[in-house]
């Protein structure tokens, strides 16, 4: 089933699916349909990061301050040449999260109190609540627009709405300094026009803020041709690194922009003059060695990038191979699934949400927004059953499912509402195949039966 | 009465129980920090049972597990666990006070002009994104701790006479890092408190290195390392808020899924500012090194014997290192009566090393032979030092110039021993009297000897046993270490970080400079000091193990390979 789109003619590589899975970690009951929360590494890498971490205790001082920034290098070369972007503007930060704060905390406000941030209501929660406290903490110099778009949502209506919040922006004398957005978004999991409106941004003057959390090694990304001014993507969830590893791309023109890491540390070239610095010399550019150490962690998952990008190529057949295998399963074993719970997967008329490796799929589960009806009341449509409840008892029902899928199933899908309706999302990767989205199809439908008959109601009594 | 370890501290302890290559001297504990295998076992553990089911780990049951290492970490520090959450170092606990704080004009924050460089760098951007002023007191150290406290109130008085302004923030250390002291901080944070300050004290390295009793120092903001003294995987920091000043961290750094906006963008109820829930999860990351803290806490305690055991030790080696070094050098170590600086594990020995004045630079003549170092190479001579001690020697000498003397930090750990200190002073002894010579002056190293830009930086192999498939680092290493005769390469077991000695190739003798750059009485020292390694080496296998299983494995890598460059 998987043959016609794995790249056929590689006999050397593995067709993916279960054959791929002795390369992972997972215990040999646990079925990881959820990747895209915390990715997983397979047993190369982690091999790899315990040669990393050994080297460390070997010759501590040595290693950090001498081997360490060098090897640092090497992987920051290789994951620069997989975007396509100079190796001189991407630096390693933990996590997505961490870029977005070290931008937004960098960006000085202007004086006039004009300054506005644009977001999407699709923002990551995370991300959300960093505009939130740059708002608070800022005494009103900067304020904050949310573009409201609904699911499924047409690239050209979010390309309009971003263009209406620009204008009505300027026209209440307000400045759009920086819009964040999305290269695709976490819950629902679908692909946001991030290329439309970096094109935007560029055409109005607004600094464009790309969150790729999920990005690298999810859907083929050019930095250059992008020309974004600021993208983070990690690398723990899609491109098999170890967790905590993601990039900060900044090009050039924008370096000065972002004089500090986050925490401020050594590498920081204050205005009022240079400090001492602990850290051997360096000809590097401050943006490069500002990043190189933030203070004591452990970096060996940076120094992964290099082996996983490696990995891939020679053990799975390089990124194209695989995000033509991953983005097929997902939508075509997203529809397998919708089909056996009785509903469909989420995608709009020109079907640009599901060119990625995340699906989602949606629940029998309907949501009343009113809070008239205060418990739950199920209704035959067809040829399942359906079930509709308020918003407060849905989101105990999220709850539910996911600690009954953990403790009954032993896997872990997670669930959100959207659009009057309970949506699971499942993760494609190469490690799983079509017989995998049959099996979630049918975990999802037995929990939704599990629901017609308020087990969670009994599970909450206990 | 501190209880005997189970295994003698110094070279059994580190065979034992330490994962170094055998070819590594460590004399600098305070930096980085090491763990010991069995902690490194538990850390591996964790990671194997992260990948084994990510989401019910990571999601379900990590913030639970977290709370016993918090609960554990407070215990010993005497806090409530609820006034505790994990960060991943020092510098990030002491940011996020920085940049939480909502600062008023007439605010300052004030320190000492030994506060740690990152912390300086997050006052600079204080100053320059805030516009809160940061008054350094520039004094010569070492201080009296009467002078100190009193030096640190006056000041305080002195700011907060001035109209609209006040000492907001006042910044102490508990051990501060160059040179390494023991700062009263006992009694810093209430008589700073006294005067209306909030302190906030840099513990970077405070547990497991001096007692703290947070239930009595009661300082405004605490952080400490635990990564650094207590054992655990790098990358791990208590940080301590008590309740009264919680309010005022709204925010972990990065702001994240914590974070209770005053207007929030979505819908949700409005909740008090839980501190705990702001630490839990601030991004993806491996924060199993945070769950370690059980495993560091009962190799403390069984292999040990337990804190005081510990500090009972590293004190005695750190002043019989001191001395050792000293009298080798021909030098003193740093002190002052009244002070309790030495308390701790760190000693400061002057290094035989002298700065030419201005005057002696301006004479040509003299400044050819007088083996003083030029101002001007001052930093450089830091720099190569330590850089040259690592490839040649296998040793970093945390070594600093500070108002014009230089020296060498040294860390007593329970790792280390006698023989360690003064295989270590000997070396450094002849790294100083090198740079006396005034050919190897900053220009000198890069046209004789290459060392100091171009030698590769260090003998670290970085391949793999086990790898299916060509690895990268071969390349990596035959272009950019392959050059390097002096190499010591190892390869590694991936099992608990084992070494072995894969190839030696040592020098016949130490790369000559240009003629006369080594006098004869230098390149004798080299041999003597030499085969004197080499008689401590075999006297660490005596009376070392003493039977126990690690000896053949510390005689196999060591046989037949003539690896000491000591």
Redesign the interface.
């Known amino acids: 089933m998987a043959s016609s789109h794995d790249g056929a003619g590689h006999n050397s590589l593995p067709e993916f699916g279960s054959e791929v899975l002795k390369h992972f970690l997972f215990d040999s009951d646990y079925r990881n349909l959820n990747h895209g929360s915390f990715g997983t590494i397979p047993r190369h890498i982690q091999n790899r990061l315990r040669h990393y971490q050994e080297l460390y205790e070997a010759r501590p001082d040595q290693f950090i301050r001498y081997d360490l920034p060098k090897l640092l290098d090497k992987s920051r070369e290789a994951v620069a040449k997989l975007l396509n972007a100079p190796t001189e503007t991407v630096v390693f930060v933990p996590n997505a999260t961490i870029g977005i704060n070290t931008v937004l905390r960098n960006l000085v406000w202007n004086d006039d109190g004009r300054d506005e941030i644009l977001y999407f209501n699709t923002v990551y929660g995370s991300c959300g609540k960093t505009i939130d406290y740059i708002v608070d903490s800022n005494s009103g110099l900067v304020s904050a627009k949310e573009i409201t778009i609904a699911y499924p949502f047409e690239d050209d209506e979010v390309v309009a709405k971003f263009r209406h919040a620009v204008d009505s922006s300027r026209s209440v004398g307000k400045r759009p300094r920086v819009c964040l957005y999305d290269t695709i978004s976490s819950l629902p999991g679908v692909v946001f026009p991030f290329e439309n409106i970096t094109r935007e941004c560029r055409k109005y003057g607004v600094l464009s803020l790309v969150d790729g959390a999920q990005g690298i090694g999810q859907i083929k990304l050019d930095l250059t041709t992008l020309d974004a001014d600021f993208f983070t993507t990690n690398c723990h969830k899609w491109l098999h690194t170890p967790r905590g590893c993601a990039i900060l791309y900044v090009p050039l023109r924008n370096q000065a922009l972002v004089p500090s890491t986050l925490p401020t540390s050594h590498g920081y070239v204050a205005k009022t003059g240079a400090r001492f610095n602990p850290l051997p010399p360096t000809t590097k550019s401050p943006f490069v060695s500002n990043f190189e150490f933030v203070g004591t962690v452990d970096a060996s998952p940076f120094l992964c990038a290099k082996d996983a990008v490696k990995w891939r190529e020679e053990v799975l057949g390089g990124e194209d191979r695989i995000m033509a295998y991953t983005e097929w399963l997902a939508r075509e074993g997203g529809k397998k699934a919708a089909q056996i719970v009785g509903t469909k997967i989420m995608d709009n008329k020109t079907r640009t949400l599901t060119k990625c490796a995340l699906v989602n799929i949606a629940m029998p589960i309907h949501v009343s927004s009113s809070n008239r009806s205060s418990s739950a009341t199920t209704t035959s449509t067809g040829y399942s059953s359906s079930v509709s409840m308020p918003t407060g008892e849905a989101s105990v029902v999220c709850q539910w499912m996911s600690e009954v899928l953990v403790k009954d199933y032993k896997t872990f899908i997670p669930f959100f509402i959207s659009a009057g309706q309970v949506w699971a999302r499942l993760s494609a990767q190469v490690y799983l195949d079509m017989r995998d989205f049959e099996w979630a199809g049918k975990v999802l439908l037995d929990l939704a039966q599990r629901v017609g008959k308020r087990e969670y109601k009994i599970k909450e009594r206990l | 009465m501190p209880q005997p370890p189970q295994v003698p501290f110094g070279a059994p302890m580190r065979h034992a129980h330490?994962?170094?290559?055998p070819s590594?001297l460590?004399l600098?504990h305070g930096?980085?920090?090491?763990?010991p295998v069995s902690v490194?076992a538990a850390h591996?553990a964790l990671?194997?049972e992260?990948?084994?089911?990510?989401?019910?780990f990571?999601?379900?049951h990590f913030a639970s597990r977290l709370a016993k290492s918090r609960a554990a970490v407070a215990g010993l520090l005497r806090c409530s666990s609820d006034e505790l959450v994990f960060v991943?170092?020092?510098?990030?606990g002491?940011?996020?006070v920085?940049?939480n704080l909502?600062w008023k004009p007439g605010d300052v924050v004030l320190c000492y002009e030994l506060v740690y460089?990152?912390v300086?760098?997050?006052l600079?951007?204080l100053?320059?994104?805030r516009g809160v002023e940061p008054h350094v007191i520039f004094r010569e150290w070492p201080i009296a701790d009467d002078d100190i406290v009193k030096m640190m109130v006056d000041t305080t008085r002195q700011i907060n006479a001035q109209p609209g302004k006040r000492v907001r923030l006042a910044i102490c250390d508990t051990i501060i890092s160059?040179p390494g002291a023991r700062v009263p901080f006992e009694r810093l944070v209430p008589a700073l408190q006294a005067e209306g300050a909030m302190v906030l004290v840099d513990g970077a390295h405070g547990i497991g290195h001096v007692d703290i009793d947070l239930g009595v120092m009661k300082p405004d903001f605490f952080v400490t390392?635990l990564?650094k003294w207590f054992f655990v995987?790098?990358?791990c920091a208590a940080f301590y808020v008590p309740k009264k000043n919680q309010a005022l961290i709204?925010?972990s750094?990065?702001?994240?899924?914590g974070?209770k906006?005053?207007?929030?963008?979505?819908l949700s109820t409005p909740e008090e500012n839980a501190f705990e829930e702001l630490f839990d999860f601030?991004?993806?990351?491996?924060?199993t090194?945070y769950l370690c803290v059980e495993a560091a806490l009962r190799f403390r305690h069984d292999v040990c014997g337990g804190e005081a055991s510990i500090q009972q030790y590293c004190r005695w080696i750190t002043e019989r290192g001191a001395t050792i070094a000293a009298e080798i050098l021909g030098t003193h170590i740093m002190n002052i009566p009244g002070s309790r600086m030495r308390e701790c594990n760190f000693a400061n020995i002057r290094m035989p090393l002298e700065l030419r004045t201005e005057h002696e630079v301006n004479n040509r003549e003299t400044a050819e032979q007088d083996g003083k170092v030029d101002p001007r190479h001052a930093?450089?001579v830091s720099?190569w030092i330590?850089?040259v001690g690592?490839t040649e020697s296998?040793t970093?000498f945390?070594n600093?110039l500070y108002r014009g003397n230089w020296w060498w930090r040294i860390s007593g750990m329970i790792y280390v021993e006698e023989a360690d200190f003064r295989k270590g002073a000997h070396v450094l002894k002849q790294l100083c009297a090198r740079n006396h010579v005034p050919c190897l002056g900053r220009r000198s190293y890069d046209e004789t000897s290459d060392e100091y830009n171009d030698l590769p930086?260090?003998?670290?192999d970085?391949r793999?046993q086990?790898?299916?498939?060509p690895d990268?680092s071969a390349d990596?290493t035959q272009a950019?270490w392959g050059l390097d005769e002096t190499a010591v390469t190892?390869v590694?077991d991936?099992s608990l970080?084992a070494?072995r000695i894969k190839t030696r190739k040592c020098p016949e003798e130490k790369p000559t400079q240009t003629p006369g750059s080594l006098d004869e009485a230098h390149q004798s020292e080299t041999l003597e000091v030499e085969r004197f390694a080499k008689a401590e080496i075999h006297s660490a296998h005596g009376h070392g193990a003493g039977g126990n299983d690690e000896e053949p494995m510390w005689n196999a890598l060591t046989e037949g390979s003539e690896w000491s460059t000591f």
Do not use: M
């Open positions: 330490f994962a170094f290559s590594y460590p600098n930096s980085y920090g090491t763990h490194r591996l990671r194997a992260v990948e084994a089911a990510p989401d019910p990571i999601a379900l991943p170092n020092a510098t990030t002491i940011d996020t920085l940049k909502d460089g990152s300086a760098n997050g600079s951007w100053e320059e994104a160059g390392n990564h995987p790098r990358g709204r925010t750094l990065p702001t994240s899924h974070f906006p005053k207007r929030p963008l979505f601030t991004g993806t990351s491996d924060t090194n930093n450089a720099d330590k850089h690592c296998g970093y945390q600093f930086s260090g003998p670290s970085i793999c086990d790898l299916t498939i990268l990596y950019h190892f590694e991936i970080g070494c």
